[in-house]
């Protein structure tokens, strides 16, 4: 049975930083690309970073681009997602999610290509 379980989230003012942890069981994590998600209220699911099985690449949303970083352990079965400069409109609910790599170089952006997700948790950020 696979498990995603995300921890790290909380409530932070603007401009700090969090840590985002995904651990990942019953699953070969090193085949697998992986990605965080965000969804916010009365807003769609929207993609926020990705990283490839080997941790070699990663790709990012824009509206993050400089200000997250995505990382990945796979002695661990975990990976992160370092989050700093956080604005208001980085409030959300942030999931993390496994895709069966097939060896792919690149980790997808799209969430209806991947395979298992998370519960999420829950990222508040106050003005």
């Known amino acids: 049975q696979v498990q995603l379980v995300e921890s790290g989230g909380g409530l932070v003012q603007a401009g700090g930083s969090l840590r985002l942890s995904c651990a990942a069981s019953?699953?070969?994590?090193?085949?697998?690309?992986m990605g965080w998600f965000r969804q916010a209220p009365g807003k769609e699911r929207e993609f926020v970073a990705a990283i490839s099985w080997s941790g070699g690449n990663t790709r990012y949303a824009d509206s993050v681009k400089g200000r997250f970083t995505i990382s990945r352990d796979n002695a661990k079965n975990t990976v992160y997602l370092q989050m700093n400069s956080l604005k208001p409109e980085d409030t959300a609910v942030y999931y993390c999610a496994a895709d069966w790599s097939s060896y792919s170089l690149l980790p997808p952006p799209l969430s209806q290509e991947y395979d298992y997700w998370g519960q999420g948790t829950q990222v508040t950020v106050s003005s």
């Open positions: 019953g699953l070969t994590f090193s085949s697998y690309h």
